[in-house]
């Protein structure tokens, strides 16, 4: 979804691809595709064109002014129906400086409105849990040869990584890892200005019910009893 030279540089690189510009008619016989997003028998007559492996949303990569607001509008609408045709299709949302930031006033644009929609792929799977999604992000100066070489892999990968950072040639993926000995040595003492717990406050627990809020109380009313 999307157009530009980063889009038609994918359609290139990988068999069976087709594009689909948001607009106001459907014409899904087209090249490349038409269809209005914001319109629930549009999505649902290109969700049923074809049976797609892959649904990319690349206009956040190609569109200069694109805000989140603008990703928005489109996306609500799309991942409902994706949810109600229960398509066992995977949504990858394709975004540029997202996890480390712009280089100039244009991808820093482009950054601000990834990072947006960063945060929104990670709250898909509690708003949608049928909706299979995975975000791909790329440096602000990644070339667009580098861009489609990337999420073209990504797309065709077996084991699917919900989060992928490419930076410096790299992929980055989240982890967890032992912090302890970090958090102990960079955590400051009492005296250089550190919090400490006091006998006499009073400490509210926020989301006291979910499991770090349990965790945490229990290691704080030991200190205050």
Do not use: C
């Amino acid at each position: 979804i999307g157009e530009g030279e980063v889009t038609r540089s994918i359609m290139a690189s990988i068999e069976n691809a087709m594009v689909l510009v948001d607009g106001q008619g459907l014409d899904l016989s087209a090249s490349p595709m038409k269809a209005d997003l914001t319109k629930a028998d549009h999505v649902a007559a290109l969700l049923k064109h074809k049976h797609w492996k892959v649904v990319a949303f690349a206009s956040a990569l190609t569109t200069k002014d694109l805000t989140a607001a603008d990703s928005l509008r489109v996306l609500l609408p799309l991942f409902k129906g994706m949810a109600d045709a229960k398509a066992d299709v995977r949504f990858v949302m394709l975004t540029s400086g997202a996890s480390q930031g712009g280089v100039d006033t244009a991808s820093t644009a482009r950054s601000v409105a990834g990072g947006a929609l960063w945060g929104m792929m990670r709250s898909l799977p509690f708003e949608a849990p049928t909706v299979k999604g995975q975000v791909v992000d790329f440096s602000a100066s990644s070339t667009v040869d580098e861009i489609a070489k990337h999420a073209v892999a990504e797309f065709g990968a077996s084991e699917i990584e919900g989060e992928v950072a490419y930076a410096a040639g790299s992929r980055l993926v989240p982890r967890l890892g032992e912090a302890a000995d970090r958090v102990a040595s960079g955590s400051k003492k009492v005296e250089d200005g550190a919090v400490q717990v006091s006998s006499t406050g009073t400490y509210l627990v926020t989301g006291g019910l979910g499991g770090l809020g349990l965790i945490t109380a229990q290691i704080v009313l030991p200190l205050i009893l």
